[in-house]
């Protein structure tokens, strides 16, 4: 079995491994007492803060250790805002945040402050520019992710953050997918990140805040990671957290080269090898392992379990493996094709036999989820004429079915008829124009219909 999912999660490193277990033996006592037990896991404690600090480039006392990174994030985010709280309420995210930042943001305009959502282009990356131009007097924060967890793209960390200092507002850095293989460039305020992403143990996150942040830890205080992490920490998972991030750090440059190779050839055998597919993120800014592309007239669950039978665990941001049946943020904010899409993230070690057999087995298993594709009933779902227009209702059907119904039609219209296609699949507000800028015909809009939503498409060629 192939595993290409260490966007989610990577196994444990041996060292972690090593570590981890070691460890158990000398780090179970409390760190904040003044016996020998209590001092043996207090110098564990330090010297594990001392290398997670060098490898970020932080101070050791301005970092602590949190349950995971999630609650980095959180935790970061409500310190921060609160800190600057006589500054203002204006909170600024990017539209392809990781959800815990997200989920925050949407709590903080909840509570009554504001949130600028800044837009990316169809890489995935926003424009720093457009970036600055969003903060303002009362902008209390900024949130940006070193790279996007998705489709691989690396932001302009630097470029943002000197903007964000220039006008004095903090910026925090979600490094949770780029961490691993290097430090974040540029002068940030605060830095979140999750120690399960480099190969460390699950349950074991970190947070940064430079000196001279304003920040005032939210919730009931506690006298451990000075005030910002509360409860009694893993010791031994946060000794093991900071030997594994030592150690893929020492294999981090040879291993990206080779990764970045073995992603490269992904991204062209599969635009080569496989039809009407999309492969997303930026070709260049990006991280070494990850690889989203995405198969018109494929179902998206179809394709993992598929994939998996053929030995390949894999990933998805299609709406239909999600029990919330809208497609994934991050594909919705870039304006791309979200059925039929897969992530292949690449852990360190990977071999290149392994990619090759993917390479191999892919585009047949495309081609038999594609021909599985349940067409629409005669009774009902069969195109009408409403004047000028040929009217597709494609209600109570889910993706990938209302693409694949407009593309059997659009041929029975003549070059500049059109299409008008029933769904109420929210995947389709998506799937549809990036559909038609695929195959070169124009998208002219969605309109309000009796159910879900009319989606209008103009046959060019």
């Known amino acids: 079995m192939a595993y290409f999912d260490a966007a989610s999660a990577l196994p444990l490193h041996p060292v972690a491994r090593q570590a981890l277990l070691a460890s158990l033996d000398e780090g179970w006592a409390d760190p904040v007492r003044l016996y020998r037990e209590g001092r043996r896991a207090r110098l564990l404690m330090d010297s594990a803060r001392e290398a997670v600090a060098a490898e970020v480039g932080c101070r050791a006392d301005e970092l602590v250790f949190t349950s ?112 691993g293989w290097g430090r974040v460039a540029g002068d940030w305020s605060l830095l979140a990140a999750s120690a399960h992403k480099w190969g460390g143990p699950p349950g074991v996150g970190l947070l940064v805040v430079r000196k001279g942040v304003r920040f005032a830890p939210q919730g009931p205080l506690d006298e451990r990671e000075s005030g910002r992490a509360a409860g009694f920490g893993n010791l031994p998972a946060i000794v093991a957290a900071a030997a594994s991030l030592r150690a893929v750090r020492a294999e981090a440059a040879q291993e990206a080269v080779r990764l970045r190779e073995l992603t490269a050839r992904i991204r062209a055998r599969v635009a080569e090898s496989v039809p009407d597919v999309e492969v997303m993120g930026d070709g260049q800014r990006r991280l070494p392992g990850i690889v989203t592309f995405s198969c018109l007239y494929a179902d998206g669950e179809s394709l993992l379990h598929e994939l998996d039978r053929a030995g390949f665990s894999v990933s998805s941001g299609s709406s239909c493996t999600s029990s919330t049946l809208t497609p994934s943020h991050v594909l919705k904010a870039m304006g791309v094709l979200s059925e039929g899409n897969v992530r292949v993230s690449l852990p360190p070690g990977t071999a290149a036999a392994d990619v090759e057999r993917f390479l191999e087995v892919l585009p047949g298993v495309v081609a038999a989820v594609r021909a599985k594709a349940d067409p629409l009933p005669a009774d009902g779902g069969t195109p009408v004429r409403a004047g000028d227009v040929l009217v597709v209702d494609a209600l109570g059907r889910r993706c990938p079915i209302p693409v694949i119904e407009l593309a059997k039609v659009i041929g029975e219209v003549p070059v500049g008829g059109t299409v008008r296609v029933l769904a109420d699949d929210e995947a389709a507000r998506l799937d549809i124009p990036a559909w038609c800028e695929m195959r070169g015909q124009e998208y002219l809009g969605e309109e309000a219909a009796d159910q879900g939503a009319a989606y209008l498409v103009r046959r060019v060629s």
């Open 68 to 179: 995971s990174g999630t609650r980095a994030v959180h935790d970061g985010i409500a310190g921060a805002l609160a800190g600057r709280r006589r500054i203002g309420r204006h909170l600024i995210v990017s539209s392809v945040e990781h959800s815990s930042v997200l989920h925050s943001a949407e709590r903080w305009a909840a509570d009554g402050g504001s949130v600028t959502e800044v837009p990316v282009g169809r890489s995935g990356a926003v424009d720093a520019g457009e970036f600055a131009g969003a903060l303002r007097a009362d902008t209390a924060l900024a949130c940006l992710q070193s790279a996007n967890h998705e489709v691989g793209t690396e932001q302009p960390v630097a470029a943002v953050a000197e903007a964000c200092r220039a006008a004095g507002v903090p910026l925090l850095v979600d490094a949770a997918q780029s961490l």
